[in-house]
């Protein structure tokens, strides 16, 4: 008799963009003639920028010849790439890294959940909260997040509020985590942190032997001069951190797939004995065990963005969600609501009016305006009582949405 992990019977019935899919399909069925603008799921509508489809192209066409077609490749991913990667990621802002300090993925979602099989399932878990769902789920299937309780806390979990009132910032806790996931720019509330707020989680880190985990995915949104670019920036980083980048946002990569994770070699964790363990080791040998690499073509086109045209473009269609960005928040604002993030990020958080839930809100957003956004609630329970809504839609149905909500009595 074969037995199920038992941990994924604990999670809701299904992951919560695909939820709000079905929920829009079937108001589709409903509505068929509704114009229903997506700003939901943040997933780009900009094509991918043509330096890495002239790449794709040429890899491609290697692929055919007997003389350059490729097999397997490395399971960390072609030395091209992370040459490429440090330089222009790393070393443009001082800081270096070996090439097997970089892991090639198929993106940051896949590395983020995947990282916790190498550590221990005792390990105390911290999350921001609101949270992306992929840190919590994750855990929950790895055994490290305990019960769901009646107030939607994991009963393992440790949750750091970030609201309206504390300014989205993230307090230290009073209890000490082992691991603490840390994705700025943050999704879902759009808001980043500073080069002060990130050092006071790094020497934290450092003080308490905390492993951080740090999303970097939106790094490409940064606007602010004192938002830093990579965890690493921080003194002292690479000794406590992990961090996770993804070619998703930045180039329009969702549909290609491919990001990257950076493991120094200085950093280490724990066994029970107290003897320290290389988690770049560790993370190699379950690469390696896991993993058959990312598609050659793929960060083929992954290494064109870093050419001189590839950085026009991707700066071109960064600029064109941040507008949409702009536009959301002035246009939401404009309505009277409370709205925060949309500055380093692509995702605008929005204060439900009148003390409505967040799936109330959804809801009558969807049924009323025939616009998608995210309950706020999906990604924590701090969440409750928000909305968010992404940048990445087109310009027009950006402008549409926000004529929509302008005659909006809600
Ligand atoms: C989101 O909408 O939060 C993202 O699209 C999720 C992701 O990147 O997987």
Redesign the pocket.
Known sequence: MALVNEQFLKLSESYL?SEIAKKVNTFKVIHPEAKVIRL????VTRPLPSAAIQALHAAVDEMGTEETFRGYGPEQGYRFLADTIIKHDYEAHGISFDPDEIFISDG??SDTGNIGDILSKDNRIAVTDPV?P?YVDTNVMGCRAGDLQEDGHWSNILYIPCNAENGFLPALPRTRPDVIYLCYPN??TGTALNKHELKKWVDYALANEILILFDG?YEAYIREKDVPHSIYEIRGAKQVAIEFR?F??TAGF?GLRCGYTVIPKELNAYRFCGEKVSLNHLWNRRQCTKFNGTAYIVQRAAEAIYTPEGKKQVKANIEYYMRNAALLLEGMKATGLQVFGGINAPYIWIKAPRGLSSWKFFERLLFERHIVG?PGVGFGPEGEGYLRL?AFGKYEDTLEAIERMKTWKI
């Open positions: 963009f939901g799921i943040g997933d940051a979602k992306y992929v999704n879902p995915a993804s998703s946002k969702t995210t992404t």
